[in-house]
């Protein structure tokens, strides 16, 4: 028996529903701030068409249509030219509108997500029936359904996926049916969109045909010179929740969308004649849905056509609906935007609705143009109507906010929407500033991280920006942006310093510039490496204590544990210089800053899959995985350290410049007590035992030109000077509870293997430890063999990262060293800054702390190219006849060549080889036409799994080396 998937509540047939988010493209304005700045600036964006539309009359066009980010939504140049460029506009505005909302673009990929398209033109479908013939991307890249359901398909959402037309009501009409299904449950989200493009000259002539273009070439709505429509396009996107599910969320909302209605003309004097009575009966009934009186609404954006019939028609039906109970001083505020931008047709109801919201949003009315005298057949004083012909405040109100808008299919379809204001949200304390924060950029190309680097710049240092703290969009960067494949961070704890940096990194300045981070993710391993003695310095640690609550937290839970018998403060002793004595308390220090190190990042969800401990170090890598409570891991660092400082003086520590192999051969001459503590790298060791010998070893180093240094320790650690200590530390680790280890797996130092789940849960392992070598460098190599990538040194400085960087040298690796800089804070934000730009799991959130709220960000900078008819051809992947193709001399030409020619790309440049081909846009036909051009190539058959075996060209290349007979 089959089971139907759970679904979320449907909500009430009343419930409001709220925008979170929007985007547009209208003439005269590239987004949505352009629009608002176009309304408010009083200006007209109504010019002559551009050039290469030839022959085209006046009226609101948009730049570039000919453009599209086609490698950004995975379509070759041969499908991109194919597509529609309403398509292409909805695209791009659906994920502009998506980061508008805050919403992550990615994170809808499988939800119920619905898309509702309003457009009723088809020109780039004319167009292609003149340009040739048939392809097989023509079906699909101009049929209407597919405004739609290519966005659908492109975010992988699994809504309803429609288009809507009733003509130049189409995009309201759209949004009511997507208001009907997020109220009916079928889907939690929705994109709501209307699309227009006039690309061919004869939809002009259609419109000028039926009597409705104006020979002004303006709309002057509610204007004695109406005279008819001047023809506009462009595109809007909403998107579109359930009110209390996105306060619930947090969500900015621009307004609310309270309730809506949608009839037709019927029986009227004619098929295009507007009917008074729907129009009246449209608009009441839209407001008996949204339980809102005609007298609580503020303004009206028109239909506004102005045409001699449409507007005397519209304004009765408005006067029948609002003037009753209106006295002349109140009179209903109206306006058009199609005095702004023309008559968008499909696209009109979007255009009107997104005015009205910002409108809403900003509680300010723009003015509507071109009004100097009333239309006489309008009598404006008795319908309680007036046109808002100034920009001005929206009317003060001791209630909510309320606006309409219409919209009217010229056969006879029309719409009607009641709009409120959002609900006021609490005000909220400013984000604190003092702290370095990782602000993060990423792009599908290097370009266009750069791009977004430098629009993000230009916004900080734009004169009469409102100031947005670092944390504010630090936590933007990560919750409502996509992370792509090339990567950066810019570390900085003031905007100024910020914008500075970003500048920088937008003139491609590289990793580890300065509070630069850039990378790219892999699909590695996060190794902490953990000190023992020698890294401390005095300070250490301090500004973590005051700073970070889950560091003091638990660093004073250590101290509280080791204070019992130290006799003295490790918050007043912790790096300071207290002399030979106080190196006793070195051990200590260490142990409670890498405890308290490791809780922070923890809290913040960056936690280790490996660690090593170097020395010391191997008992913090214990306690955080269980093996030894906090109070039992503060008794042995304790009583270790008191035990070897008990030892008789006369030992000493030298790192030297030198092999195992080689340390081990001078030794073996020596006749004292001296060994090999530590093999920290192919060309380092560290040479342990009584001074005089210790010191001949080093100095038969220094005569072949070696280096060496000196450790400051109390005694010869990890050498035959140690045994003394040995039965002392067996007594105190018999007392102590052991557990069986859980979590990160430890890559043990004194076997240089990862440990089994046992090993180090007995005292033997620690007896041997003392005076056993701490064989650092064969664990590293170790963990790089288990995965590992990332290399994260926890404790001060970066001594363990340097040796991990002198012994690791496969060039996929990453080393970091949070405390290596005096800014130990920007040293931590440097650190996951790293980690994200390698891909690896943060809690942003809890990182940029609960008072910091997402800000706006530049929208996402597409990388655009021509993309149209004139650049596809009848086939867009054939199988390439090998005798057309250049000659080719080895596995990389070969694909790089066959790939080229089938996808339709122009240059190697343009092929990334280690995209996958289905990102590339390669599809199944051009899949196979691809195994069979290389089968040509190479002489043999290839498999028909040739391209699930190897995903991309990178993988294909390899693949084909290996099987290469030369």
């Not at 003015?367 to 929206?394: G, K, T």
């Not at 210089?577 to 220090?589: K, M, S």
Request: glycine residues 10%; contains cysteine.
């Amino acid at each position: 028996m089959s089971e139907t998937p759970a679904r979320e509540p449907a909500p009430g047939p009343d419930e409001p529903l709220a925008v979170v988010g929007m985007a547009c493209r209208f003439p005269g304005a590239e987004d949505l701030d352009a629009f608002w700045n176009l309304l408010l600036s009083g200006s007209d964006a109504i010019g002559p068409g551009p050039q290469w539309r030839a022959g085209r009359r006046p009226g609101g066009y948009l730049d570039s249509v000919d453009h599209f980010d086609a490698e950004f939504f995975a379509m070759s140049p041969y499908e991109a030219a194919a597509a529609d460029p309403q398509q292409r506009l909805l695209l791009e505005l659906t994920w502009h509108a998506l980061e508008n909302a805050r919403i992550r673009p990615d994170s809808l990929s499988g939800s119920r997500t619905g898309v509702f398209v309003g457009a009723c033109a088809d020109d780039y479908a004319m167009l292609s029936r003149v340009a040739g013939a048939p392809t097989p991307y023509t079906l699909t890249g101009a049929g209407r359904a597919f405004l739609a359901n290519r966005v659908s398909h492109s975010f992988g959402f699994t809504g309803p996926s429609l288009v809507v037309d009733t003509g130049q009501s189409s995009s309201l009409s759209a949004l009511h049916q997507a208001a009907h299904a997020v109220r009916r449950g079928e889907c939690a989200t929705a994109i709501v969109a209307g699309v227009q493009l006039n690309l061919s000259a004869e939809g002009d002539e259609v419109v000028e045909a039926i009597g409705a273009l104006s020979p002004a070439g303006r709309c002057h709505t509610f204007d004695a010179r109406a005279d008819g429509i001047v023809r506009g396009e462009g595109a809007g996107v909403l998107v579109l929740r359930p009110l209390d599910r996105a306060v619930a969320a947090g969500d900015r909302v621009y307004c609310t969308v309270l309730g809506t209605a949608m009839n037709n003309d019927g029986g009227s004097t004619g098929l295009t004649a507007p009917s008074r009575a729907a129009q009246q009966d449209l608009v009441a009934t839209a407001h008996r849905r949204a339980g809102v009186s005609p007298r609580d609404v503020d303004y009206v954006e028109l239909h506004g056509t102005g045409t001699a019939l449409g507007d005397p028609v519209e304004a009765s039906a408005l006067g029948g609906v609002f003037a009753p109970g209106r006295s002349p001083g109140e009179a209903l505020l109206v306006g058009s935007v199609k005095t702004n931008i023309g008559h968008l047709e499909g696209a009109a109801g979007i255009a009107g609705f997104i005015k009205t919201a910002l409108a809403l949003h900003h509680r300010e009315l723009p003015a509507s143009l071109n009004y100097r005298e009333p239309n006489p057949a309008i009598d404006l004083a008795a319908l309680r109507l007036r046109v808002c012909d100034e920009r001005r405040p929206w009317p003060d109100a001791a209630t909510p906010l309320v606006a309409g808008v219409s919209s009217f299919g010229l056969g006879g379809t029309n719409c009607h929407a009641v709009l409120g204001e959002a609900p006021v949200r609490p005000d909220r304390a400013p984000a604190p500033a003092a702290t370095a924060v990782p602000v993060m950029v990423s792009g599908h190309t290097e370009a266009a991280m750069r791009r977004q680097a430098a629009l993000l710049a230009d916004e900080l240092g734009a004169p009469g920006t409102d100031p947005r703290a670092p944390a504010d969009l630090g936590l933007a960067s990560v919750t409502t942006r996509t992370a792509f494949r090339h990567r950066a961070a810019v570390v900085a704890s003031g905007t100024d310093r910020l914008a500075l940096r970003l500048r920088a990194l937008a003139d491609g300045a590289p990793d580890g510039s300065d509070g630069i981070v850039r990378g790219g993710p892999d699909s590695g391993l996060t190794a902490f490496l953990i000190p023992g003695q020698g890294s401390q310095r005095e300070g250490m640690g301090r500004r973590l204590h005051k700073e970070f609550g889950a560091f003091t937290r638990a660093f004073d839970e250590v101290s509280e544990a080791l204070e019992t018998g130290l006799g003295v403060s490790l918050s007043d002793a912790m790096g300071e210089d207290h002399g030979p004595a106080g190196l006793r308390y070195v051990p200590p220090a260490l142990f409670a800053l890498e405890v308290g190190l490791y809780r922070l990042l923890e809290s913040w969800g960056l936690v280790p899959d490996l660690l090593l401990g170097h020395s010391q170090g191997e008992i913090t890598a214990a306690h955080v995985t269980g093996i030894l409570s906090l109070q039992d891991a503060a008794t042995l660092v304790a009583e270790r350290s008191r035990l070897i400082h008990a030892l008789p003086p006369g030992g000493a520590m030298i790192a030297v410049q030198a092999r195992e192999t080689e340390a081990a051969e001078v030794i073996a001459a020596q006749s004292g007590l001296v060994g090999i503590a530590a093999v920290n790298s192919p060309m380092s060791v560290v040479v342990s035992g009584e001074e005089r010998a210790t010191r001949k070893v080093a100095e038969r180093f220094e005569a072949l030109g070696r280096r060496t240094r000196r450790l400051r320790v109390a005694a010869a650690g990890h050498s035959p000077l140690m045994a003394p200590a040995q039965e002392g530390l067996r007594a105190v680790a018999g007392q102590l509870t052991w557990h069986r280890h859980s979590g990160p797996v430890i890559v043990s130092t004194v076997t240089g293997r990862p440990v089994a789940p046992e090993e180090m849960s007995t005292p033997d392992y620690w007896i041997r430890h003392i005076c056993a070598p701490v064989r650092f460098g064969p664990a590293l190599d170790r963990a790089h063999r288990e995965g590992a990538r990332l290399f994260v040194e926890l404790g001060p400085g970066r001594g363990l990262t340097t040796m991990a960087g002198e012994t690791l040298t496969h060039g996929d690796e990453t080393f970091v060293a949070p405390l290596d800089s005096g800014d130990e804070a920007e040293g931590l934000a440097r650190t996951l800054a790293t980690a994200h730009v390698l891909g690896r799991r943060v809690d942003w959130p809890a990182v940029y702390g609960p008072r910091a709220r997402p800000a706006d960000l530049p929208l996402y900078p597409f990388q655009r190219r021509r993309h149209w008819l004139d650049s596809r051809t009848p086939d867009p992947a054939p199988p390439a006849d090998p005798s057309a193709l250049p000659p080719v001399r080895d596995p990389f030409e070969l694909v790089v060549t066959a790939t080229l020619e089938i996808l339709g790309l122009e240059k190697e440049a343009d092929l990334n080889l280690h995209r996958s081909f289905h990102d590339l846009g390669m599809d199944s036909r051009m899949a196979v036409a691809l195994r069979t051009t290389l089968s040509r190539l190479v002489g043999r058959p290839l498999p028909a799994t040739l391209l699930f075996d190897c995903p991309s060209p990178a993988a294909l290349i390899e693949a084909l080396e290996r099987e290469d007979p030369r």
